[in-house]
């Protein structure tokens, strides 16, 4: 079964003090992996997509990275307007849905 | 360019009362989709339509009916609401070239089911 499990659930960093979210999947044929942004009271703002194990993708703070069975995004330096949750989904090849994970919760203190 | 709009951003129902969510996309996407999403258990898809005209089931279906009569837009019906449909419904489209792009998504309606 298709599956999509992040951690931590929650995460409170300092002003500055890098970390990084995991996102462990368990799919077949994996046609992309997908990391979003969710602000309160708002949709999932799209950040990443990435395709194959090896591939790195960034924007500024932010730095996602892709292996056969996990992805990482690193967050350097993390300011407190980056406080946010995380979300990350899976496509699988032939099919039209998307799993998502149930996201971290980032909070970054000044 | 407003992107995916949603209607109504709020609303509070009685059991068993009716009403439709209302999705609008101006990206001229194909696939679109909806989900619910309630704590602790993420985005969970509740139908989705691959084209006009055409509307499938999802994970979670059941209590909810879909509509996709014109490429923009989405309805999602509750026929007779249950407390267990509180929840923030979340509308997203995508294009179908290719497997790997990415989901575009309103910023949801929050119903409220007494």
């Known amino acids: 079964e298709d599956q999509v499990t992040q951690s931590p659930e929650a995460l409170r960093l300092q002003e500055g003090e890098s970390s990084s979210l995991n996102c462990s999947y368990t799919v077949s044929g994996l046609r992309g992996l997908f990391w979003y942004r969710q602000d309160p009271g708002k949709g999932p703002e799209f950040l990443f997509t990435l395709y194959s194990a090896g591939e790195e993708k960034e924007k500024e703070r932010l730095k996602a990275t892709l292996t056969k069975k996990e992805s990482f995004l690193h967050i350097t330096a993390p300011k407190p307007e980056d406080s946010a949750t995380y979300l990350c989904?899976?496509?699988?090849?032939?099919?039209?849905?998307?799993?998502f994970g149930t996201g971290t919760r980032l909070k970054v203190l000044a | 360019n407003a992107g995916v709009t949603q209607t109504p951003k709020f609303r509070v129902l009685k059991t068993g009362q009716s009403m439709t969510l209302l999705c609008a996309q101006d990206?001229?996407?194909?696939?679109m989709y909806w989900y619910r999403q309630d704590p602790g258990m993420g985005l969970r898809l509740i139908h989705y339509s691959v084209g006009e005209g055409t509307t499938a089931k999802g994970e979670v279906p059941d209590g909810y009916n879909v509509s996709r009569l014109k490429k923009q837009n989405f309805l999602l019906g509750l026929e007779s609401a249950a407390p267990s449909q509180t929840s923030v419904y979340f509308c997203a489209s995508s294009y179908p070239q290719g497997e790997n792009q990415p989901q575009h998504f309103g910023d949801g309606t929050r119903l409220s089911i007494l």
């Open positions: 990206m001229n996407h194909e696939y």
């Open positions: 989904a899976v496509r699988r090849s032939g099919t039209y849905k998307y799993i």
